[in-house]
């Protein structure tokens, strides 16, 4: 196996051994980080995890055609543990809180 080929298989692994999950974007968000988002958590809920989507703008309403949009809001004001956090369509990690 590939370098490349190794790395998706230990992400595969982190998500198919875990239950919980928040799965996050940049913040200002796109239609990729907002797109990305929602499909992944759709495909973590089809297998049986616990997936918040959030982003610090929430979803934009020129996006709320997208299936099951009302799955991405604001993250909440409390704090919340997670097994995995995952962030989409952010190549630094200080891009998806505004802080
Ligand atoms: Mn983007």
Redesign the pocket.
């Given at each position: 196996m590939n370098e490349r080929d190794a790395r998706f298989a230990e992400i595969g692994r982190a998500l198919r051994e875990h239950r919980k999950f928040a799965v996050l974007?940049?913040v200002r968000?796109?239609g990729?980080?907002l797109g990305s988002t929602l499909a992944l958590t759709l495909s973590l809920k089809e297998l049986g995890k616990e997936v918040r989507a959030w982003n610090e703008d929430g979803m934009l309403e020129k996006y709320n055609f997208l299936p099951r949009a009302e799955l991405l809001t604001h993250p909440p004001s409390t704090p919340e543990d997670f097994d995995v956090a995952i962030a989409l369509?952010t190549a630094v990690q200080n891009r998806s809180s505004s802080e």
């Open positions: 974007s940049h968000p796109d990729d980080a369509d």
